[in-house]
């Protein structure tokens, strides 16, 4: 079911801390978003998952960050209407619905710094090439990993 979506002023922006998927996951910025997510939950979820993010890093040490809500659809191209078929309130209910962010509140949201390797199901659902380069990716990942545990 779908969320409602957040009051018409603004959005309440807080990192959404998970200690696993924090150390084991993807960077928001990083290449494995654009190769193997972006696919999953659409162009316009991942360009707001990277803003929010890039937001929340510009943010340092402070803990929320609270976003004009129709400033915040425009500058991502996605209009300003606000309503619940509105293009922003369909990517925030995607990047809830795919686990990325979290409803802490009416008008606040969490969201994570980091994403999990994709599902099993959802990896399966790809182009085969994306399936290929995938299974590449973790073993390059795999053997960073072990380089870097190597040199401690």
């Known amino acids: 079911m779908s969320q409602p979506p957040p009051p018409t002023d603004t959005l309440q922006i807080t990192p959404w801390v998970d200690p696993v998927v924090d150390e084991r996951g993807y960077p928001a910025d990083s290449l494995y978003v654009d190769l193997f997510w972006l696919p999953?939950?659409?162009?316009?979820?991942?360009?707001?998952?990277?803003?929010?993010?890039?937001?929340?890093r510009m943010l340092g040490d402070v803990e929320s960050r609270e976003l004009g809500f129709e400033v915040l659809s425009g500058s991502l191209g996605l209009g300003r209407g606000v309503?619940?078929?509105?293009?922003?309130?369909?990517?925030?209910?995607?990047?809830?619905?795919?686990?990325?962010?979290k409803r802490t509140g009416p008008d606040?949201?969490?969201?994570?710094?980091?994403?999990?390797?994709?599902?099993?199901?959802?990896?399966?659902?790809?182009?085969?090439?994306?399936?290929?380069?995938?299974?590449?990716?973790?073993?390059?990942?795999?053997?960073?990993?072990?380089?870097?545990?190597?040199?401690?």
């Open 108 to 152: 606040s949201l969490a969201v994570r710094r980091f994403v999990s390797p994709i599902s099993a199901h959802h990896l399966s659902g790809l182009p085969h090439v994306l399936q290929e380069l995938h299974a590449i990716y973790l073993d390059e990942s795999t053997a960073h990993s072990q380089r870097s545990l190597d040199r401690v």
């Open 83 to 101: 309503n619940r078929n509105a293009p922003l309130p369909r990517a925030i209910d995607r990047c809830i619905r795919f686990g990325l962010g």
């Open 40 to 56: 999953v939950i659409g162009p316009s979820a991942t360009v707001l998952f990277r803003r929010l993010n890039l937001h929340m």
